[in-house]
Nanobody, 116 residues
Framework: VQLQASGGGLVQAGGSLRLSCAAS????????MGWYRQAPGKQRDMVAT???????NYVASVKGRFTISRDNAKNTVYLQMNNLKPEDTAVYYC???????????WGQGTQVTVSS
């Protein structure tokens, strides 16, 4: 499975960005997809996840500002980020999880920088 993320960039505080992640290859059995982020000197943390059925989960700090969605026909997951804050600055990684074999796949990461 290959994950191609796009949509990062530089934005002022209060602005918006939309991240996209397209999955390709042997995508059979992919269940949960999600977005994680890693700020300099910190560990990689979950931002939002979505199941194939559309159930979502968010870290508390982004609830009400970020929306994760998924187009199963296009094998693509999105992250709409509104009211961005400087503390959202990080490299954002797309993730896909296959339950059979308990295998996790990662995209290459896309930089999101929020200036104050």
């Amino acid at each position: 499975v290959q994950l191609q993320a796009s949509g990062g960039g530089l934005v002022q505080a209060g602005g918006s960005l939309r991240l996209s992640c397209a999955a390709s290859g042997r995508i059979f059995g992919i269940g949960v997809m999600g977005w994680y982020r890693q700020a300099p000197g910190k560990q990689r943390d979950m931002v939002a996840t979505i199941t194939s059925g559309g159930s979502t989960n968010y870290v508390a700090s982004v609830k009400g500002r970020f929306t994760i969605s998924r187009d199963n026909a296009k094998n693509t997951v999105y992250l709409q980020m509104n009211n961005l804050k400087p503390e959202d600055t990080a490299v954002y990684y797309c993730n896909a999880f296959r339950e059979i074999g308990q295998t996790s796949y990662w995209g290459q990461g896309t930089q999101v920088t929020v200036s104050s």
